[in-house]
T-cell receptor
Framework: GQNIDQPTEMTATEGAIVQINCTYQ??????LFWYQQHAGEAPTFLSY????GLEEKGRFSSFLSRSKGYSYLLLKELQMKDSASYLC???????????FGKGTMLLVSP | DGGITQSPKYLFRKEGQNVTLSCEQN?????MYWYRQDPGQGLRLIYY???????QKGDIAEGYSVSREKKESFPLTVTSAQKNPTAFYLC????????????FGQGTRLTVV
């Protein structure tokens, strides 16, 4: 099976940098996704990591360490609109399906 | 435009009634999923289908039923057996391969009164 762990909530101020961590266990690693979900809306895709290291995409970057079962999402120059839930997810592996973590609710304050 | 469509966005039903939530995709994706999300909770898998005419129970399938008669469609029925049906329901689809980015519908907020 697959298991994902994320912090429940985080707070940060506008303009700051925040790092959202995700640890996982899986029997067969096929990459790791990050999704953003605003309240009452559907999740939207942010990033996909399959190799170790940091991948940068504008203000958002995602890091992966396969040996440690660890990933983080780095958000720079925070804006109020970044207040949302950030979901870590594992693609299907073996008999496991697409598996989501419970999400980290990020609140950005002025 | 390709995408995945859920309807309706808001749905109200009386307790004891069955209700069917629609999910249609024109992305030619093989895999489709239904998730339930409660306030402050993550996504919990109800049912999933990897191919037409086949589907599997997820973590919380009790009180729900699905069908997959067509590749494009994966409707979810919330039956009267579901003890706490009020929730936000999300349908998703993916290519079904290993690098399976999921595409989500807009969600249906079901309220049972």
């Amino acid at each position: 099976g697959q298991n994902i762990d994320q912090p429940t909530e985080m707070t940060a101020t506008e303009g700051a940098i925040v790092q959202i961590n995700c640890t996982y266990q899986t029997s067969g690693f096929n990459g790791l996704f990050w999704y953003q979900q605003h309240a009452g809306e559907a999740p939207t895709f942010l990033s996909y990591n399959v190799l170790d290291g940091l991948e940068e995409k504008g203000r958002f970057s995602s890091f992966l360490s396969r040996s440690k079962g660890y990933s983080y999402l780095l958000l720079k120059e925070l804006q109020m609109k970044d207040s949302a839930s950030y979901l870590c997810a594992l693609p299907p592996s073996g008999y496991s399906t697409l598996t989501f973590g419970k999400g980290t609710m990020l609140l950005v304050s002025p | 435009d390709g995408g995945i469509t859920q309807s309706p966005k808001y749905l109200f039903r009386k307790e004891g009634q069955n209700v069917t939530l629609s999910c249609e995709q024109n992305l030619n994706h093989d895999a489709m999923y239904w998730y339930r999300q409660d306030p402050g909770q993550g996504l919990r898998l109800i049912y999933y289908s990897q191919i037409v005419n086949d589907f599997q129970k997820g973590d919380i399938a009790e009180g729900y039923s699905v069908s997959r008669e067509k590749k494009e469609s994966f409707p979810l029925t919330v039956t009267s057996a579901q003890k706490n049906p009020t929730a936000f329901y999300l349908c998703a689809s993916s290519i079904g391969g290993m690098n399976t980015e999921a595409f989500f519908g807009q969600g249906t907020r079901l309220t049972v009164v």
